[in-house]
């Protein structure tokens, strides 16, 4: 019994324990609670938001899209929840915060799930087999019954909703009672019947189209016409700012008065469609212009011409709207994009992914001119049917490399190309510069000798016979150049660093060197930012007599392309 008795000891005075307390160096002020207190509610808001960081989200995109890929959200979701608890003045600012944006996860991504998967289990003996319960729709169920008890608190500040696809699949009673509480609602994750009119969602969109006026994507694809005919009358979703449609089958005159009657449509997605042509950017006195846009992304648009969106940018209005443009297996080829970057001063994103069957023409075709352009994806691939002996995407390669190098692309930043050698091209067309060549951008010309000047011993003799005195370097790439390459049959970027040459040496690239593709590499499918990756880097100089050196570098790799992800998801024009 004697691990079990207390020892009475005199209790210490609060006087004996102040001196031997410690503060810390960085300890918190003692006024920080009544700092707090008197924060105002912006201020309260723009905290918290740091707190839960994907509760003001406010993209356009799918659960899966905008998930953050370095933290766990339902975690940053509890630690909000807790904020509200604090006080009456804490829970009035978090709970603005906390249901602005709403998104639902099924599970943690953190070692908590592992933890909460085992408490979740069924431990009795007539429920040890039972399926798992479905978190992600437990949380829609319990989010619908507060909105729905809140309808004119909590469900007025929600204005973005998002869900794994799986639940708003098989949850659409419980997402339609939630969307019907929702009067300021701007995006909602809807399941794929909602856009195409499937008889099994009409009590889901029918109280998005009752309930929902300030909506601000929408999709139409196939089977959805009679839809689109119902926005192009006018009296639903006036709002719109992102339009995708796919796949339908509708008459131009139609797909023209819906565009017309969204006063803030501002991107346009089109997918499959062959009724999209050229004829609808032809001007009519009976129908609306067609809206200018800021973004536009077409794909598999055969009947699409240089020649009709070259007539839609001679406006204007567009030319100063139009900043993205994507361009995907459609009727414009790469030898006239100069005349879409001549009529489009503000572009700033152009991508074209397209697979030719024939090389380059040999006419004389103006290179590509842009003081605009930031970022250019120029994805050229050999089409099946090409001819397997000839390299019919050299020669595209080949005009790529001339625009850049005659300097017609100085805002250039970020550069895509599908061809895992481009980087080392351009570092070809740089010649070495001696150290006793003349500036080129200091040149002057030399005068002419006078016979009758006195002569003056103190003259550079080398300044009117150096061979190399009137070599002009041509015209050159003038910045700092971010290349990703990527092979046939490589599954992710390869970040490439390509340099202007300077006076005296010419350019380099950084570029990584190549990894064991039969799996003997750790770093094979693993982060590039790890210390034990294995990813190997040099950096290629010139020597000056038309080889190269690599030279070891460490450094991490960037993020890649905007079309592959984490998690598998597809390109996704809104981010």
């Not at 431990?123 to 989010?143: G, V």
């Not at 099994?200 to 929408?218: D, F």
């Not at 240089?306 to 567009?318: I, Q």
């Not at 003056?456 to 700092?480: C, D, T, V, W, Y």
Request: aromatic share 8%; glycine share 6%; charged share 20%.
């Amino acid at each position: 019994m004697k691990w079990f008795k207390k020892k009475n000891k005199k209790a210490r005075s609060q006087e004996d324990l102040n001196p031997t307390r410690s503060f810390p160096q960085y300890g918190t002020p003692p006024v920080s609670s009544q700092t707090l207190a008197r924060l105002p509610a912006p201020i309260l808001e723009r905290i918290f938001a740091f707190v839960c960081p994907h509760a003001r989200d406010e993209t356009y995109e799918s659960c899966e899209d905008s998930a953050a890929e370095d933290t766990c959200m339902l975690c940053d979701l509890r630690d909000l929840s807790h904020c509200a608890q604090v006080s009456r003045k804490w829970r009035a600012a978090a709970v603005n915060v906390l249901y602005y944006s709403i998104r639902i996860d099924a599970v943690h991504y953190c070692e908590l799930e592992d933890i909460l998967a085992e408490k979740r289990k069924r431990r009795s003996f007539m429920r040890h087999n039972a399926e798992p319960e479905d978190t992600a729709a437990a949380r829609l169920k319990f989010l619908a019954r507060t909105l729905h008890d809140n309808k004119g608190g909590f469900a007025l500040n929600v204005q973005y909703l998002k869900t794994p696809y799986m639940t708003r699949e098989t949850c659409k009673p419980d997402l339609a009672r939630t969307v019907a509480c929702c009067p300021n609602l701007r995006y909602v994750d809807l399941p794929e019947g909602v856009f195409q009119d499937d008889p099994s969602c009409n009590t889901l969109k029918q109280e998005v189209q009752g309930r929902c006026p300030e909506l601000r994507k929408m999709t139409y694809v196939r089977g959805a016409e009679r839809g689109l005919e119902m926005l192009a009358s006018g009296h639903q979703w006036h709002n719109l700012e992102v339009l995708e449609l796919g796949k339908l089958n509708v008459d131009p005159t139609i797909l023209r008065q819906a565009l017309g009657s969204l006063p803030n449509l501002h991107a346009l997605k089109v997918t499959d469609m062959i009724s999209f042509h050229d004829q609808l950017f032809q001007h009519s006195d009976y129908l609306p212009p067609f809206p200018a846009l800021a973004e536009i992304i077409f794909e598999n648009i055969p009947n699409l011409t240089v020649d009709g969106l070259v007539a839609y940018l001679f406006r204007s209005d567009t030319q100063n709207a139009l900043k993205t443009l994507s361009l995907t297996a459609t009727g414009i080829h790469p030898p006239t994009l100069h005349r879409i970057l001549a009529v489009a001063p503000r572009m700033e994103h152009l991508s074209i992914t397209e697979s030719v069957t024939a090389s380059f023409p040999a006419a004389d075709i103006p290179t590509l001119q842009s003081k605009s352009l930031k970022t250019f994806h120029y994805e050229i691939t050999s089409a099946d049917s090409a001819n397997v002996y000839a390299n019919t995407t050299a020669s595209h390669y080949a005009y790529l490399t001339r625009s850049l190098m005659s300097g017609g692309l100085p805002a250039l930043k970020e550069l895509y190309v599908r061809d895992p050698d481009f980087p080392e091209t351009l570092l070809d067309l740089a010649p070495p510069l001696p150290a006793f060549a003349t500036d080129p951008d200091n040149f002057a010309l030399p005068m002419p000798p006078n016979p009758f000047a006195a002569h003056n011993p103190n003259q550079n003799r080398l300044s009117s016979n150096n061979p190399f005195a009137k070599m002009q370097s041509g015209p050159g790439l003038r910045q700092e150049l971010q290349v990703f390459s990527k092979g046939l049959d490589e599954m992710e970027w390869n970040f490439s660093k390509v340099q202007p040459p300077a006076r005296g040496r010419r350019g380099s690239a950084t570029a990584p060197r190549p990894v064991s593709s039969y799996g003997l590499s750790d770093s094979m499918g693993k982060g590039w930012q790890s210390v034990s990756g294995g990813a190997r880097k040099s950096v290629i100089v010139g020597n000056g007599f038309g080889g190269f050196l690599a030279v070891p570098s460490d450094g991490g790799r960037p993020s890649s392309s905007g079309g592959e992800r984490r998690r598998g998801s597809q390109y996704d024009m809104w981010r």
